[in-house]
């Protein structure tokens, strides 16, 4: 009986040993589920991608509405096609460029009611049919019996098709077809061969004129036909249309592929881009590289956890983080600038578009600050060149467009923390004039459209500049532009110092501090003032009028709390830290409601009026550690984690916005979040982990352990970073990059750690 349990232990050993190896095996891609975020308004998609990439391949599910952003809704039911260009996560949409769709049978392209989501050739699928994973995306196709799968390169998509038995086979390749029905103001297809088909499309909708070319192949010859008339669209316009109906036919079970690339500048782009990344027609093979770019990206932050839910969140997370800026510039070198002309740059050193910065200066780029610097620093640079060429930085650059979207002028937010953090391989002379420039009143040389300059160069920089604040009866959103110019200012007054400036540094210090002029002592808000210095009336810090009242996709209680370079004043401001504590303790238990018919639909995510879904919230729960309450910032960050993140496809609780919304869970999950970028200082929260590692350049890591830690123990009863006490909740970027240990014991009460 000894013998025969010697043996069964050595057995059951031996299977641990088994199921060791299989769970290492297991990659980071295993735990990213592209479909959170699809759902609710996370605005997300879950198509194939790699990191950065140029092309995103992905299927339409809607054409219209807030829900359409990017192109596709989980609650849909049916598939209109497969386009090549989205974005991710935004409130506006553009892009669902160069939509394919297989068909079977006859292929229905009229009537096409613009009213609908649903074009004549569309399929319905399920969800058990559909399957998403980093640069992968597959579907079943219920109309036509056609299973669809998607992988891509940086510049190039590859498809695969399995179709079944019939003489009436095909795909519809629609170009006039766009998310949100943009205007269509050139396009052209050219049937180059048997199997092969180039084009161009010019279209304007948030970006004023995108430029988008293709070529693509096809593995199996086809005949077609092109059709190339107009409709009357549902506001009573004739919309031209360009399509080509291609046809061929197929045994049971029969592949078809089809590769694609992508070029802003030429069609001969486009095909070079193809040929050079997808030579051969090896979808496994293409499919097996972008899992492992992605599992490269992933692995920067190892975590132990025993909860697969958390896992998921924050891979997927991860995963949205590497989805833009997207890479612009081609194979060979060129690129199309904020100037719209074409460029001869460096593949070393490429351009990248969408920089959706008054969401990304928050999160974003801090994390790309610790996890990949120099890739941070390539983005810099590409904000350098649209400077140099289009006469200013971006505020949204989308398809190398200025957009006017949104306000400040958040560049100086990424160059001043860059600087702060050592990052600093630009011409920071280069960089510091150009920040005074994007700070400055002045239309000269700035080359968008008229349309968009006063969206892009805004009276309000005049204002500040002149008057010494913004009227609120002279300007929109007079508040929330002061408040970030504010912090922008302090940005510019880091570089100012750096390069010896002293005059432009005394003056940009003394402009940071102009939130001041903003606070009504009596109400206790920032308010607007008008022109006459009186405080605008009536007052209801509730009230939200989306983008037409005195704040920016928010209201007085959660634009109050935007000064992160100056906690101290603002306390100060508010009557002293315990007068500052009872307003801050009130901004999360009051109650929710918005009031006003239009109040602004990104104000979402509540924990009282505190809104995490919308990011001018997203440092306020940190001021708690500036103020001696860290046990409270500890249990906000946790009730966050609880409430407003989800394994799910309605898990994010706003728009996921270019990858901030999941930048701020990564951060706060590895347990610490940066206040004020600009300031190389980090905030010490609630770790959620056991154990995070972040693999650092030159094989150095920085580890933080969590004892004790659970779902009850929430709250920090010790630190040591590198075995020494840390007595206060904050540790600087040089603690991260040197390499070493932060451990943290938590405990499942308030604590007086940190508290001074």
Known sequence: MRMLNRIYCCVGFAFLIVLSAIAKEKSYVDYVDPFIGTGGHGHTFPGAVVPFGMIQPSPDTRIDGWDACSGYYYED??????????LSGTGCADYGDILLMPTVGRQEYN??????????????????????????????????????ELTATKRAALHRYTFPKSDEAGFILDLDYSIQYQTNSDMQIEVVSATEIRGHKLTSYWAAEQSINFYMKFSKPFEYSIIEDTIIDHDGRRQPRCKALLKFKTQLDEQVMVKIGISAVDMNGARQNLEKEIPEWDFEGVRQEASQEWDKYLSKIDIATKDDTHRRIFYTAMYHTAICPNLFTDVDGRYRGMDLEIHQGDVQKP??????????????????????????????????????????????????????????????????????????????????????????FDMSGIKCPPLIMHHLMPMAKYYKNTVGYIPCDLENESVAKALEYAYDDYCISILAEA??????????????????????PSVRFMRGVDS????????????????????????????????????????????????????LDSLFTIDSRLEGSSASADISGFIGQYAHGNEPSHHIIHMYNYVNRPWRTQELVDQVFKELYQDAPDGLSGNEDCGQMSAWYILNAMGFYQVCPGKPVYSIGRPLFDRVVINLADNKSFTIISKNNSAD??????????????????FSHQDIVSGGRLEIVMTDKPAKWGMR
């Open 499 to 520: 390069v010896n400036d002293g005059k432009n540094h005394e003056k940009y210090s003394r402009m940071s501090k102009a939130y001041k002029l903003y606070f009504d």
């Open 532 to 583: 006459k210095g009186k405080w605008d009336v009536p007052f209801n810090p509730k009230a939200s009028s989306h983008r037409s009242d005195n704040y920016c996709e928010g209201n007085a209680w959660q634009w109050t709390w935007f000064v992160p370079h100056d906690i101290n004043g603002l306390a100060q401001l508010m009557g002293g830290k315990e007068a500052f504590i009872e307003k």
């Open 351 to 440: 351009i990248y578009t969408i920089f959706s910065l008054w969401d990304t200066f928050r999160a974003l780029h801090p994390l790309f600050s610790i996890i990949d610097p120099q890739l941070n620093n390539d983005f810099i640079y590409s904000l350098l060149q649209k400077h140099k060429e289009g006469g200013i930085f971006p505020m949204w650059d989308l398809a190398s467009n200025y957009t006017g979207i949104m306000i400040g002028y958040h560049a100086a937010s990424l160059i001043a923390d860059a600087y702060t953090k050592g990052y600093s391989d630009f011409d920071l002379h280069e960089a510091y004039s150009a920040c005074l420039r994007a700070a400055e």
């Open 713 to 730: 123990n929430k709250y920090i009863q010790s630190v040591t970073l590198n075995a020494k006490l840390l007595d206060r909740p904050f």
């Open 111 to 148: 009537p096409q009611d613009n009213k609908s989501q649903t074009l004549p050739y569309a399929s319905g699928f399920s969800h058990d049919n559909e399957i998403a994973r980093p640069g992968y995306y597959s579907v079943f196709l219920d109309r036509y019996n056609v299973r669809t």
């Open 77 to 86: 039911s049916i598939i209109n096609g497969f386009s090549h260009t989205h």
